[in-house]
């Protein structure tokens, strides 16, 4: 878990004043938004994510998707699913909002120099991965191959669509898209997720390289199960839960799995940490 900084503590409990920098479209459900805090640098890790609050209406845990390096402000995506995200897709520049944290365990990068990099993400799953993502091409000769899988329901919702072309240009980096549902723009992989992954399977070698996987719950259990008949340990299988985090403290429950808090003890875990946590996936 992030650590609070000599005078951050009260970030975790009071939400601090943020600035919205900028605000674009990404789908028809997905916003991307830039915030700058206005009185400090937000300092996460690939992985966290922040409470965000607008008085009068409420607070929502949202990823948070830049990386840490090369901005003084921080990235969100925000799908529109209830009363606080879709007031966030209604503000425009110049806007005030609360920011609390940054809260949760990270992808844990540092520990991973000189491994190949697996990101496998299933549709907003690409938020927080992005960040994982630019953390690890901030640090390239620290890596051996990167390979990023990216999967959604149809092309009108592909995120982040300008990098995933330049990433596909780096030789370095494989990039391997694929679709639900296809349609007459398309011309790439139609399919689930895991039909990626036979082409890669003899470029990569699992001893030596660490899987992340970030999406909806229902592709955990299906991709997981390719990655161990690849020979993953699972102890190199690493994801992040989805659950309500509604403190982010670990004091209300909402998040709570058996014995585990999400919030703090997650979101990012190995698939070895919760084996024994039926509810987890």
Same mark, same amino acid.
């Given at each position: 878990?992030?650590?609070?900084?000599?005078?951050?503590?009260?970030?975790?409990?009071?939400?601090?004043?943020?600035?919205?920098?900028?605000?674009?479209?990404?789908?028809?459900?997905?916003?991307?938004?830039?915030?700058?805090?206005?009185?400090?640098?937000?300092?996460?890790?690939?992985?966290?994510?922040?409470?965000?609050?607008?008085?009068?209406?409420?607070?929502?845990?949202? $990823? @948070?998707?830049?990386?840490? +390096?090369?901005?003084? &402000?921080?990235?969100?995506?925000?799908? /529109?699913? #209830?009363?606080? !995200?879709?007031?966030?897709?209604?503000?425009?520049?110049?806007?005030?909002?609360?920011?609390?944290?940054?809260?949760?365990?990270?992808?844990?990068?540092?520990?991973?120099?000189?491994?190949?990099?697996?990101?496998?993400?299933?549709?907003?799953?690409?938020?927080?991965?992005?960040?994982?993502?630019?953390?690890?091409?901030?640090?390239?000769?620290?890596?051996?191959?990167?390979?990023?899988?990216?999967?959604?329901?149809?092309?009108?919702?592909?995120?982040?669509?300008?990098?995933?072309?330049?990433?596909?240009?780096?030789? $370095? @980096?494989?990039?391997?898209? +694929?679709?639900?549902? &296809?349609?007459?723009?398309?011309?790439? /992989?139609? #399919?689930?997720? !895991?039909?990626?992954?036979?082409?890669?399977?003899?470029?990569?070698?699992?001893?030596?390289?660490?899987?992340?996987?970030?999406?909806?719950?229902?592709?955990?259990?299906?991709?997981?199960?390719?990655?161990?008949?690849?020979?993953?340990?699972?102890?190199?299988?690493?994801?992040?839960?989805?659950?309500?985090?509604?403190?982010?403290?670990?004091?209300?429950?909402?998040?709570?799995?058996?014995?585990?808090?999400?919030?703090?003890?997650?979101?990012?875990?190995?698939?070895?940490?919760?084996?024994?946590?039926?509810?987890?996936?």
């Amino acid at each position: 878990m992030h650590e609070p900084r000599s005078g951050e503590a009260n970030a975790l409990f009071l939400p601090e004043v943020a600035t919205l920098v900028a605000a674009s479209a990404m789908t028809d459900r997905d916003r991307f938004l830039e915030f700058k805090l206005d009185n400090r640098e937000l300092g996460h890790l690939p992985g966290q994510f922040v409470e965000v609050s607008i008085p009068g209406i409420g607070e929502a845990p949202i $990823s @948070i998707s830049s990386s840490p +390096t090369g901005t003084k &402000g921080f990235e969100l995506v925000v799908r /529109n699913v #209830g009363r606080v !995200t879709a007031a966030l897709h209604n503000l425009v520049p110049g806007a005030k909002v609360g920011i609390r944290g940054p809260f949760g365990t990270s992808f844990g990068l540092d520990q991973c120099e000189g491994k190949n990099l697996l990101f496998i993400a299933g549709g907003i799953g690409l938020v927080p991965l992005r960040s994982a993502i630019a953390w690890a091409l901030g640090r390239r000769s620290a890596y051996g191959r990167i390979f990023i899988l990216f999967g959604c329901l149809d092309p009108s919702q592909r995120l982040f669509t300008e990098e995933l072309e330049r990433w596909k240009t780096d030789p $370095s @980096i494989t990039v391997l898209e +694929t679709v639900d549902r &296809g349609d007459s723009s398309w011309h790439g /992989n139609t #399919g689930v997720i !895991t039909s990626l992954l036979p082409a890669i399977k003899d470029r990569l070698d699992p001893t030596a390289a660490r899987a992340f996987l970030v999406g909806p719950p229902v592709m955990y259990k299906f991709v997981i199960l390719e990655l161990k008949n690849l020979g993953f340990q699972d102890s190199d299988i690493v994801l992040s839960l989805e659950r309500h985090m509604k403190c982010g403290v670990g004091k209300c429950g909402h998040c709570q799995i058996n014995s585990l808090y999400v919030c703090r003890e997650g979101p990012v875990m190995t698939y070895e940490s919760i084996i024994g946590h039926r509810e987890a996936l």
